[in-house]
């Protein structure tokens, strides 16, 4: 086991964007701080640093993925092409196996956008290769904002009339039953984005937005989170992330 004093555990990340690894990065850490007896808020921030191939970067986006294997000249032959992700994936892993020093453990972290392949495509990526880094997959179904439904508690006397209003006008919870919503066109009524920021009144990268994921119990997360694959994300970390922490393997 690390101690507090020693370098930080690192993991490499794959997401589209800074919203994506901020809350991949806060759930993880929350449920670190919940698993290890000897671990805090603050030594969990000390501790844990989340950075792409390049440690001057804060995640690996999707994008950029070939566009640093052909940089290294690494060449991974195979796996599925066009839409799915399983041999942009398997890049990405090889290419943070090929640091001169390579992280603790590697997350993805990518939308399914109501694809049903997406998640098996990077899974089949984390079990072509023994890997000498547990991998963690993150699949907000079937959006990120869908999370952060997840986590919506009324804060005040307006916020619990936006959601009896947003109940009405969906038909169904949208926090207990993010999954239904969807991305497709932000004008439709079951948009996931739209009905988070305008229906509820919850910002972009907001302190509002923040306490969706940082402030409700982890417990509620799971309950509501396990048709969005919030809680599957929640129990890899507990399963793959924690142990690194408090020594096991």
Not at 150 to 164: H, K, V, Y
Not at 212 to 240: N, Q
Request: charged content about 35%; hydrophobic content about 35%; overall charge positive.
């Amino acid at each position: 086991m690390k101690s507090a004093n020693s370098a930080a555990f690192i993991f490499g990340v794959v997401c589209e964007g800074k919203s994506d690894q901020r809350i991949a990065r806060g759930l993880a850490h929350r449920v670190l701080v919940e698993k290890v007896d000897w671990l805090d808020e603050t030594q969990v921030e000390n501790l844990c640093r989340w950075q792409g191939v390049e440690k001057d970067y804060d995640f690996l986006p999707w994008p950029s993925v070939e566009k640093h294997a052909k940089n290294r000249k690494l060449r991974v032959h195979g796996g599925l092409g066009g839409k799915f992700d399983e041999r942009r994936a398997r890049t990405a892993l090889f290419l943070f196996n090929d640091l001169a020093s390579r992280p603790d453990a590697v997350v993805f972290v990518r939308d399914t956008d109501a694809e049903e392949r997406r998640r098996p495509s990077i899974e089949q990526a984390c079990e072509a290769v023994a890997w000498p880094f547990p991998v963690v997959v993150a699949t907000p179904h079937t959006k990120r904002e869908c999370w952060l439904l997840n986590g919506f508690e009324p804060a005040d006397a307006d916020e619990e009339a936006a959601l009896r209003e947003a109940r009405q006008k969906l038909g169904f919870h949208p926090c207990k039953e993010a999954e239904k919503l969807t991305g497709k066109r932000r004008s439709k009524k079951k948009n996931a984005k739209s009905v988070l920021e305008k229906d509820l009144g919850v910002k972009p990268d907001s302190l509002r937005e923040d306490a969706c994921w940082r402030r409700t119990d982890l417990s509620v997360l799971r309950e509501r989170g396990s048709k969005t694959l919030l809680a599957d994300y929640l129990a890899e970390v507990a399963e793959r992330l924690a142990p690194l922490l408090s020594g096991g393997k």
